[in-house]
């Protein structure tokens, strides 16, 4: 149920953030602006994303938990 609110949030947030049409200068302005904005937040912060991505992975089959992971 939370995840079905949080969706259509989500949905109504998308839907006032992006005007209905842009030029093609300026969709591509904004998509090279977002691009870098994304690859300086990733080499700030890229540690701890991969620390968060390790910490969510399922290191052992639950049916043979005897078995460890491959390093």
């Given at each position: 149920m939370?995840?079905?609110k949080y969706l259509k949030r989500l949905?109504?947030?998308e839907d006032g953030l992006f005007p209905e049409a842009?030029?093609?200068e300026v969709a591509c302005a904004?998509?090279?602006c977002l691009q870098a904005m994304l690859m300086a937040f990733e080499r700030r912060?890229?540690?701890q994303l991969m620390r968060r991505?390790?910490?969510k992975?399922?290191?052992y089959d639950p049916e043979h938990p005897w078995?460890?992971?491959p390093f």
């Open positions: 939370k995840r079905k949905a109504a947030l842009l030029s093609d904004t998509f090279d912060y890229l540690s991505q390790r910490s992975q399922i290191l078995r460890t992971p």
